[in-house]
């Protein structure tokens, strides 16, 4: 069965320093990869995608992804963090041939200022 | 544009009440999507509607559950005989078509149920 782990709970940095958040997926072959972000009284709104090809993606809000099929991962990078991304994400995995998408627990990120 | 509603945002039920959760999607999107979001958890996947078929609904959690979406656009949940497990955040997601196209969430609906 699929799963997804995001293994932090929640992740504290430095307005302006650099981010990684994990994320883990289990599945047989390579699925659809997606980083969601969940901001207070907002809805879920997708930052990046993955399907094939080029395993560095980028997104919306200066956000990248890499996949990485080896370690079955998928971690969001962001170089720079700034207060207004204080938020929770999740990333999440999809079956192409089906039509299920499987999200993690999510991470919290707080900005310090 | 508009996006994706759903109506009511909060909704209290008693224990053994019946509720209907009412979600419309942007115009023109195939795909329909419900989700069960515990506190402090992710989305889990309840069901999929492409149109008005009903393909996948693999993660109700019990026949006290039942969606639809006759007419291929505004969708509804409903639940029978709620439990306080039924506590959570619901949301709908509309996507052009499949789960390779963007999801557009919904605010959700709060649900309690005392």
């Known amino acids: 069965a699929q799963s997804v782990t995001q293994p932090d709970i929640h992740i504290t940095v430095s307005e302006g320093a650099s981010l990684e958040l994990r994320c883990n997926y289990s599945?047989?072959?390579?699925?659809?990869l997606f980083w969601y972000v969940q901001s207070p009284g907002q809805g879920l709104q997708l930052l990046l995608k993955?399907?094939?090809?080029?395993?560095l993606v980028q997104g919306i809000k200066g956000f990248e992804a890499e996949f990485k099929r080896s370690q079955s991962s998928f971690n969001l990078r962001k170089p720079s963090v700034h207060c207004s991304d204080a938020a929770e994400f999740f990333c999440?995995?999809?079956?192409?041939?089906?039509?299920?998408?499987?999200f993690g627990a999510g991470t919290r990120l707080f900005v310090k200022a | 544009g508009a996006g994706v509603s759903q109506s009511p945002r909060y909704k209290v039920a008693k224990r053994g009440q019946d509720v209907a959760l009412r979600c419309d999607p942007i115009?023109?999107?195939?795909?329909l999507f419900w989700y069960q979001q515990a506190l402090g958890q992710g989305p889990e996947f309840l069901t999929y509607?492409?149109?008005?078929?009903?393909?996948?609904k693999s993660g109700l959690p019990s026949d006290r559950f039942f969606a639809e979406r006759p007419e291929g656009s505004v969708s509804t949940l409903k639940i029978q005989r709620t439990q306080q497990e039924d506590s959570a955040v619901y949301l709908c997601?509309?996507?052009?078509?499949?789960?390779?196209?963007?999801?557009?969430f919904g605010p959700g609906t709060r649900l309690t149920v005392t």
């Open positions: 599945y047989g072959a390579t699925p659809y």
């Open positions: 993955y399907f094939s090809g080029d395993t």
């Open positions: 115009s023109g999107h195939v795909s």
């Open positions: 999440a995995v999809a079956n192409p041939g089906g039509f299920k998408t499987i």
């Open positions: 509607f492409q149109n008005e078929a009903q393909l996948d």
């Open positions: 997601a509309s996507s052009y078509t499949g789960v390779k196209y963007e999801q557009y």
